[in-house]
């Protein structure tokens, strides 16, 4: 069983920054990724990584401003959020997996952490 635990989240003004953590419990050689859910939305996969962390996955709806990383020494996965804007307010859920690709079917959920985005 793998516990995943976000943090990070929060309320930040259009053009901010804010980074996600998600720490794992247990071992580190799953896929890794985020989700998102807007109220009134589709969940969308925001981006995945390797569990080597050399290969990632980042949606275009936020190509040029996401970066997805880990550390696995620290069993926690990271999601830079730049330059945000309203759009991007959602939940963001970690989640963790072994397979890759698109679509992508994680085994295990965080609970999940509020971002907002004022105009």
């Known amino acids: 069983q793998v516990q995943l635990v976000e943090s990070g989240g929060g309320l930040v003004q259009a053009g901010g920054s804010l980074r996600l953590s998600c720490a794992a419990s247990?071992?580190?050689?799953?896929?890794m990724g985020w989700f998102r859910q807007a109220p009134g939305k589709q969940q969308e996969l925001v981006a995945t990584i390797r569990p080597s962390g050399v290969d990632s996955y980042v949606a275009d709806s936020v190509k040029g401003r996401f970066t997805i990383s880990r550390d696995n020494a620290k069993n926690t996965v990271y999601l830079q959020m730049n330059s945000l804007e309203s759009e991007d307010t959602a939940v963001y859920f970690c989640?963790?997996?072994?397979?890759?690709?698109?679509?992508?079917?994680?085994?295990?959920w965080g609970q999940g952490t509020q971002v907002t985005v004022s105009r």
């Open positions: 247990g071992r580190t050689t799953y896929h």
């Open positions: 989640a963790a997996g072994d397979t890759w690709g698109e679509p992508w079917h994680p085994i295990y």
